[in-house]
């Protein structure tokens, strides 16, 4: 298994950004949000809340806490790819990342 710091310092973006797509991101023509419908995500009718039935698979996708572990043991499953393909996983997801945390940044300086 080969771990640099560089791949360690990788890990936490693009956990957070796999997160956000599998719970919370709706995807090109609202797919993502149509496939957590499919799996028991049900949304108010301004889709900005949700809930799930606790302990559902719902229920898994949409809690940062379940979600987070599930994404950290795909990525430890990761490590033992080589440098490489570890990298074409990670650094689009971090660059993701960055981008929306920086979009972020900037709305809230607009206000």
Same mark, same amino acid.
């Given at each position: 298994m080969d771990v640099d710091p560089f791949t360690?310092?990788?890990l936490p973006l693009a956990s957070w950004?796999?997160?956000?797509l599998i719970s919370e991101d709706i995807g090109p023509r609202e797919i993502?949000?149509?496939?957590? @419908?499919? *799996?028991?995500?049900r949304y108010s009718k301004d889709y900005n809340t949700w809930e799930s039935n606790p302990g559902s698979l719902a229920d898994l996708i949409t809690c940062v806490w379940c979600s987070s572990m599930w994404v950290g043991f795909i990525f430890m499953g990761m490590m033992f790819l080589p440098k490489a393909a570890k990298l @074409?996983? *990670?650094?689009?997801l971090n660059i993701s990342a960055i981008t929306i945390l920086i979009e972020f940044a900037f709305r809230r300086m607009r206000r």
């Open positions: 360690i310092a990788l950004r796999l997160y956000r993502l949000r149509k496939i957590r @419908v499919k *799996l028991g995500v @074409v996983i *990670l650094l689009p």
